[in-house]
């Protein structure tokens, strides 16, 4: 199987342990996103999707080069559009940035740079975000005319809570990385040269866990996070159970009275 898959505007490579990294590749333009972009991480997507366990255990999604995550949307692409159009360009957005949630693997976003519009909302997509510290984050459209398409409007409320997010999202102004981090909208911040290293670190804690258990438990938050409580509980208690059908759990009790490291199969 291939380490490495080039596409027009991202690469898509495999480090150790089967940890990929899916890398934004228009540093002339910020990393923005456009048409391309769009297609490209769909294809990425559901290549990963396709990999088996043991070559496919966690995603991180970054920025090429210093300045950007993700700068937001090719404004010119964008401003040629009509109603019907962008109706259609919304749902593309918000239809793969929906499949990292989905996708059974951890998914963290290393945000090396500005993280506008587009670029918070594909951050807000993924499980969780570290940045750097010349990271910047905002939601800028209304300076457009326009609003978040891609989930902004959604996704930064749930993060934020609702009044900071109207706040954010009514002016258009930035955060930068420590503001993010008080807000809980990041989880860790780190200078620049460190960050993939941190994310690394991270991922290395997780995959030592049960990789079924964390499926489950990815499921399970995003499954349950806007339920009732009640419901939201019988959902967690559902994802409990199923667990109880893997040899994962099985060997993880075992080894646990055993007083021995867990050797998960992800079975």
């Not at 970054?62 to 700068?71: D, H, I, L, M, W």
């Not at 993010?180 to 960050?195: C, D, H, R, S, Y």
Request: net charge negative.
């Amino acid at each position: 199987m291939a380490s490495q898959f080039s596409y027009k505007a991202i690469n898509l490579e495999m480090k150790d342990n089967g940890v990929w990294v899916m890398t934004i590749q228009r540093p002339e333009a910020l990393n923005a996103l456009n048409a391309q972009v769009l297609n490209d991480m769909a294809d990425a997507l559901r290549q990963i999707g396709e990999i088996d366990f043991e070559n496919a255990r966690a995603l991180v999604i970054t920025g090429s080069g210093e300045k950007a995550f993700v700068a937001g949307a090719d404004i010119k692409e964008i401003s040629e559009l009509n109603e019907d159009q962008a109706f259609a360009f919304a749902q593309r957005g918000q239809s793969i940035f929906h499949e990292l949630n989905i996708l059974k693997i951890p998914v963290i976003a290393a945000v090396n740079g500005f993280a506008l519009g587009g670029g918070l909302e594909l951050a807000l997509g993924c499980d969780f975000i570290f940045a750097s510290e010349n990271a910047k984050f905002g939601l800028p459209e209304v300076s457009l005319g326009l609003i978040p398409g891609f989930g902004g409007t959604v996704r930064l409320a749930r993060a934020v809570g609702i009044r900071k997010a109207r706040e954010l999202t009514y002016t258009g102004d930035m955060l930068n990385a420590q503001e993010a981090l008080a807000l809980g909208l990041v989880n860790k911040v780190v200078p620049q040269a460190e960050l993939m290293n941190t994310v690394m670190k991270t991922i290395s804690t997780i995959l030592s866990r049960g990789p079924v258990a964390v499926a489950a438990a990815k499921k399970s938050i995003n499954q349950s996070y806007e339920l009732d409580v009640e419901e939201a509980q019988r959902t967690e208690a559902r994802h409990f159970a199923d667990l109880f059908a893997t040899e994962d759990v099985r060997e993880g009790t075992k080894a646990f009275i055993e007083k021995r490291k867990p050797a998960f199969k992800g079975q």
